[in-house]
């Protein structure tokens, strides 16, 4: 993905692949609920072009109710670089997004150059923190200290927060000192085969 995904985007050929995922999703997801009794939410990531296209919220809830699944199950991810592109046209796609009950997530936090701006122009749920402050956690006392003072601003404006790559039980461990936090990794679990009904 890191590299055919940036050649689509590129050539502008990454919609007709975020609604394919945004499908796969809805119907993935209703075969991981046939397998559980969790509840289950899944999340796909999205492009700063798909916030271009008019109709793009209108594409997503088709997708979800194509497989009868609730927008409030699925999480769209963006970067904050991305819906840094053109904050206006992002604001009003990711409004009307959540206005059909999808949750917007933003990712890789930390990473790109505007990320307290995305956190003050855009109704987000979710704040993903970049893996890469996870790299040492247990003895880099300046990671420590800015992985606290995101989720502290996170958890400030009432933020669902999740910490991406965590990949050992020691990296796991440490975060549990933070309530409420969430982790992603492969700790819990590597890709899988798809389940299907």
């Known amino acids: 993905p890191n ?18 995922a945004i499908d796969r999703a809805a119907q993935d997801l209703v075969n991981l609920q046939d397998a559980t009794t969790a509840d289950v939410t ?7 072009q798909d916030l271009a296209i008019t109709n793009f919220d ?4 088709d997708c979800a109710r194509r497989h009868q699944v609730n927008p409030t199950q699925m ?10 592109a ?15 009950g999808f949750r917007i997530a933003l990712d890789d936090f930390g990473t790109g150059h505007s990320s307290l701006g995305a ?3 855009f109704n987000i749920d979710e704040l993903k923190i970049d893996r890469s402050f996870l790299t040492d956690i247990g ?17 400030a404006l009432n933020l669902n927060i999740v910490v991406e790559g965590v990949e050992t039980g020691e990296v796991a461990d440490w975060l549990k000192q933070f309530p409420g936090l969430y982790g992603q990794g492969y700790y819990w679990g590597r890709p899988a085969a798809l389940i299907t009904r």
């Open 42 to 48: 899944v999340a796909v990531n999205i492009s700063a």
């Open 119 to 121: 956190l003050v122009n």
């Open 3 to 20: 590299q055919w995904i940036p050649f689509a985007e590129q050539i502008g050929a990454i919609h007709p692949v975020t609604l394919w």
């Open 86 to 100: 053109d904050k206006q046209q992002a604001r009003v796609m990711l409004d009307k997004l959540r206005g059909h």
């Open 75 to 84: 999480v769209l991810e963006i970067t904050e670089t991305a819906v840094m």
């Open 139 to 155: 003895q880099d006392t300046v990671r420590q200290s800015i992985l606290r003072a995101a989720f502290a601003l996170g958890t």
């Open 58 to 61: 209108l594409e997503a809830v």
